[in-house]
């Protein structure tokens, strides 16, 4: 406490509110800074969530659509120390999903500063405290100071994988005429009744956005560039995951890799004359080594058999009305759903840090990403999933918890004086 005299060297320091955080500073509400607050607050831990929206879990509340489920058992989606409601079904919808997060946060008493958007933050070696800024909105009626600073000595990253949309430059977009939205802004197809509808992308959410267009009599094209792991959600009546899961207690990667794949054809046959090739690598070696989550069928597969749903190659350019792609054929097409995913945001404000790669994950591979040095944390980028998160989210609770308590028994032993402006929290 005695650093923060230490930080009037810097000629900005009293031109902004500052808050003194007696534990660490978690930025980002959702999934993963929820588990990391919960496991937090078991160890006795005061804290600080900031969020930049305003609400928690801003991706499922505001840029989810309507008819999407957990694609996983909720088994594998609960966050540390409460399971989800027994009467909820295995997998739960998008509404089932954000009422148990709220729950979560009510019960763990997790109140983040919302509207609440960090433009910095850097570890002052000088006072051995991390700086966070942020720039603040309007919450509820009572509006608040512009930029806030907080000192503290932990920083617990929870921004996740997906804080940004990907919007890809396509060659004559601005000339295209019709509407072009990301996923992140499709609620239902309903609106695209007898519309011809172009998604770009076949993971997960083109699929399931190509799906619902079609269930609202909409002409979907779905465009595959590459290849794509297409596994049976189920089989035989058990999750895909958890079978996953349990073979890879006992059988090497590359074996179960084999046996999911086998599975997948007998379940759902040959699908390369539909335009969807499989990758090289087998669905659980290409998650580890590029991050990137096979798809599973819900339903989508039987509307691509029955031509429903029309496969298409990359494009080329859009033009009014139209696209062409890269096989030269041409497509009248009435709007663009972008399903090109999203990306970490952290190389945007986290300064000075070789924590993270430029692309805004941890270097470190799992399961050792979640420490970095001077009390610089990050949970949610194992590209695991809620798992991946609620693993960290544990380990960092740990880790902090003991350093916390000892810094707090030597903090009884000492009295310190702290200018007026520096608000404790």
């Known amino acids: 406490m005695e650093n923060l005299f230490r930080l009037s060297d810097h000629d900005d320091f009293f031109s902004r509110r500052c808050v003194w955080v007696n534990g660490p500073v978690i930025v980002g509400a959702g999934p993963a800074g929820l588990a ?59 509404r089932q ?22 433009q910095s933050a850097w570890y002052d070696e000088t006072s051995g405290l991390w700086r966070v800024r942020t720039a603040c909105g309007v919450a509820g009626n009572q509006a608040r100071s512009s930029e806030v600073e907080y000192l503290c000595r932990w920083v617990v990253v929870a921004t996740g994988e997906k804080a940004e949309r990907v919007v890809p430059d396509i060659e004559g977009m601005s000339s295209f005429g019709g509407e072009v939205i990301h996923s992140c802004d499709y609620k239902s197809g309903e609106r695209f009744s007898g519309k011809r509808v172009l998604v770009v992308g076949c993971g997960n959410s083109g699929m399931e956005v190509s799906l619902d267009l079609c269930n609202h009599n909409a002409r979907p094209s779905m465009v595959v560039r590459g290849s794509v792991h297409v596994l049976p959600r189920e089989v035989l009546g058990r999750s895909t995951c958890e079978l996953a899961v349990l073979m890879m207690k006992w059988l090497p990667l590359w074996l179960v890799d084999r046996i999911l794949l086998i599975l997948a054809w007998l379940v759902l046959g040959s699908l390369n004359k539909y335009g969807l090739k499989r990758p090289a690598m087998g669905p659980l070696e290409l998650k580890n080594a590029l991050g990137k989550t096979s798809v599973l069928n819900i339903g989508a597969l039987s509307k691509i058999r029955s031509g429903h749903i029309t496969i298409v190659p990359g494009i080329r350019r859009l033009a009014p009305g139209q696209v062409e792609l890269v096989n030269g054929q041409t497509l009248d097409v009435d709007s663009v759903i972008l399903a090109t995913g999203y990306r970490s945001n ?16 941890p270097k470190g591979e799992f399961p050792n990403g979640w420490k970095g040095n001077a009390g610089l944390y990050a949970v949610g980028f194992t590209k695991r999933g ?3 998160a609620s693993m960290d ?24 004086a702290c200018h007026r402006r520096c608000i404790s929290q």
């Open 393 to 416: 989210a544990t380990r960092i609770a740990r880790d902090i918890g003991a350093a916390w308590k000892v810094e707090a028994k030597q903090r009884k032993k000492t009295t310190f």
């Open 97 to 118: 999903f954000i009422d148990y997060l709220e729950s979560y946060a009510r019960r763990f008493e997790i109140n983040p500063n919302f509207n609440e958007c960090v």
């Open 346 to 361: 952290v190389q945007t404000w986290l300064k000075d840090s070789k924590f993270f790669m430029k692309e805004g994950y």
């Open 36 to 94: 990391a607050a919960a496991c937090l607050r078991e160890q006795g831990v005061p804290l600080v969530v900031l969020e930049r929206a305003e609400c928690i879990a801003s991706l499922w509340q505001n840029r989810t659509y309507d008819r999407l489920k957990l694609h996983l058992p909720k088994q594998f989606c609960q966050l540390p120390k409460m399971d989800f409601p027994h009467d909820f079904p295995e997998y739960p919808t998008r």
């Open 386 to 388: 809620l798992s991946g």
